[in-house]
């Protein structure tokens, strides 16, 4: 039997030590040539004159042709004003991509040589570098479309022998006039009150060919999982004439009146006889839920979409080797300007808003593409 691809000594192709044996000058040009393409020519962030600048050497910086202004390989990256050394943030993206459940702020503030703040803006900014890059043109083929419910759960309540379900607190909040529903289940208004916080995520994902699992996905938030906002998903993210398959959710009786349409019955079964399932999208909630419990420990919807967008492009790179990977978050991060969410954040600028529905990303990735 092959060996799985994640065993192999091809996809180990570097390490903490590979890192620590780079020199400065290997670890900059790996940055130009991530960032330019080249490790030659430079494109001034000012003026964007494309050139051979004079090159301040000792600064690792250039002095541009044009306009006379320097600039080193970070600046109008995501990475601007940085004051960590090229080999940290090298090192970061390592421990980012190594974390195969995500990685916490305090995860890699321990490991990275980070404060504690510095961290948590890190790891946020290679988040929006996968996000604001995500490619959101429609998928193909066979499509896998299913939600799973992320947040907004309540703790337990303090008193036993109360039952902590919403339904029973209805009734009897419902029986007793005044009552209210916080009451009724034993918790605190403040506690009652984090329900308010579930979203759905949705995924989807196009089927590769057979043992080949998903090759490509697509994630949006949504308040839940209902009819209207899946089909808006389906009429944006899924190609006309693909095939999709769901489970049996009321949230998708309508996509048979505009995609042939499987669903498996997961009461009774996982795979149909006829091969219908939406394993893949299991997948991806099982490395989700996994980081919910396992890393974050709760999510709130501000930035759950960064979160769920993170694991879809884990998902979809899982056949990568390290170094892959590596290049692809160093290459988004330098490429798509200063971070807008992350820049400022404990100076008080703060994104604030949730996600929903993809709004605003879609424009990001167009402009992306026709950049490159
Ligand atoms: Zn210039």
């Not at 510095?118 to 479309?145: C, F, N, W, Y």
């Not at 009150?193 to 994630?219: D, E, P, T, W």
Request: glycine share 8%; hydrophobic share 35%.
């Amino acid at each position: 039997m092959a060996q799985h691809f994640l065993r192999r000594s091809d996809y180990r192709d570097m390490s903490i030590a590979s890192i620590s044996a780079m020199s400065d000058a290997e670890i900059h040009s790996l940055f130009c040539r991530l960032r330019w393409n080249s490790t030659s020519h430079q494109a001034c962030p000012q003026c964007g004159l494309w050139e051979v600048h004079y090159e301040r050497k000792s600064r690792q910086q250039w002095r541009c042709k044009g306009c006379g202004r320097d600039f080193s390989v970070t600046s109008a990256t995501l990475f601007a004003s940085r004051k960590k050394s090229l080999r940290t943030l090298l090192l970061a993206v390592f421990l980012y991509v190594c974390s195969v459940k995500g990685i916490a702020g305090l995860g890699m503030c321990r490991l990275g040589g980070y404060s504690s703040k510095a961290a948590h803006v890190t790891t946020g900014k290679l988040r929006e570098s996968i996000l604001r890059t995500q490619d959101l043109t429609p998928l193909r083929g066979t499509v896998e479309i299913d939600g799973g419910y992320f947040g907004g759960k309540p703790r337990k309540p303090n008193r036993r022998g109360r039952r902590n379900d919403n339904v029973i607190a209805n009734r009897i909040a419902g029986r007793k006039k005044g009552a209210k529903p916080w009451h009724a289940s034993g918790m605190t208004r403040l506690n009652w009150n984090k329900r308010k916080n579930r979203r759905v995520v949705m995924v989807l994902r196009q089927q590769g060919r057979l043992g080949q699992g998903a090759v490509r996905s697509i994630v949006a938030i949504a308040q839940s999982e209902n009819e209207r906002d899946a089909a808006k998903l389906i009429s944006k993210y899924v190609a006309k004439g693909a095939i999709i398959m769901t489970d049996e959710s009321p949230a998708y009786v309508g996509v048979s009146l505009t995609h042939e349409h499987y669903a498996v019955s997961h009461s009774k079964e996982y795979v149909t006889a006829e091969g219908v399932h939406e394993n893949q999208a299991e997948s991806y909630f099982s490395r989700l839920r996994r980081w919910e419990y396992g890393v974050s420990h709760g999510v709130r919807p501000t930035y759950l979409a960064d979160y769920a967008g993170e694991m879809v492009w884990r998902e979809d790179m899982r056949r990568h080797t390290i170094s892959q990977q590596v290049e692809a978050i160093l290459g988004k991060a330098l490429t798509i300007g200063h971070s807008r969410w992350w820049r400022g954040y404990y100076q008080g600028r703060r994104r604030g808003a949730e996600i929903l529905m993809n709004h605003g990303l879609s424009a990001d990735a167009r402009s992306r593409m026709t950049k490159s």
